[in-house]
């Protein structure tokens, strides 16, 4: 809620529990103060509204915020997430929330990507979702297409590929401006998805586990060209 208001999203609505009003009256206030309806409503009310075991006790109804694959590249964006097929909302949230903490200049949400307004999603994204750009239901192929004409290598997160990130050949081009693709939580990317990237690169694995959560792996990735961009003096059009 505190998120969607310092962001200037479209707020139509504010629900809220006694308990909740009380400990949170400056948020409360703020909404009243901009307009916003505020309806305060039974715990159990807020339970099937928010649709999760223990609800914070806020819930705002927001406008959709996200934009057309074209108008990402507007800012001349050097670091974005591209996910397809990941239909984990958890996972898609947490690598939002990523994105937006390594500076990415957007994420989108491709294929058959779970649905960014998700409830799960939106809370796991922790208020990211208001932060930078959100491309929404659109094909891997076209935005990966996008990418590439604003000047963006596509990289693909694949624990198949036969360079890591530890590579010195990877590694002497991670400060470029960089689209990093990532996959579904089970099967990863399938090959003819791969096959859209200029290049494929695992994250290596030291120890005994099998792979990486998905969330976990994105991290590792979109520091790494986050790191190298700053090394380098990368930065978008804004000078983020």
């Known amino acids: ?10 707020v139509t609505d504010l629900f ?18 901009a307009g916003i309806p505020v309806h305060v409503v039974s715990g159990e009310v807020m339970g099937d509204l928010a649709q999760t075991v223990t609800p914070q006790g806020l819930l705002a109804v927001c406008g959709f915020v996200d934009v057309p694959i074209a108008a990402v590249t507007q800012s001349a964006p050097t670091l974005v997430a591209l996910l397809a097929n990941v239909r984990d909302p958890g996972n898609a949230g947490t690598v939002l929330r990523t994105a937006d903490a390594a500076g990415a200049r957007a994420v989108v949400f491709a294929d058959a990507s779970v649905d960014p307004y998700n409830g799960k999603c939106v809370r796991a994204s922790a208020g990211s979702l208001f932060h ?3 491309v929404a239901g659109v094909r891997l192929g076209e935005a990966v297409a996008v990418m590439r004409g604003a000047g963006l290598r596509i ?6 590929a036969g360079r890591s990130l530890d590579d010195p050949g990877v590694q002497a081009r991670l400060g470029e401006p960089t689209a990093w693709m990532f996959g579904n939580e089970a099967w990863g990317l399938p090959p ?9 690169v695992a994250v290596p694995i030291y120890g005994r586990a099998e792979s990486l959560n998905l969330a976990a792996a994105a991290a590792v990735c979109l520091y790494a060209s986050a790191r190298a961009q700053r090394v380098h003096g990368v ?3 804004d000078g983020a």
């Open 235 to 237: 930065t978008g059009r």
């Open 16 to 33: 809220v529990t006694v308990p909740a009003r009380s400990r949170h009256s400056d948020l409360v206030t703020a909404a009243e103060g």
């Open 155 to 160: 990289l693909a997160a694949d624990g198949r």
């Open 1 to 10: 809620m505190a998120e969607a208001l310092s962001c200037g999203a479209q």
């Open 132 to 134: 930078l750009p959100l």
């Open 192 to 200: 003819d998805l791969v096959a859209l990237a200029d290049e494929p």
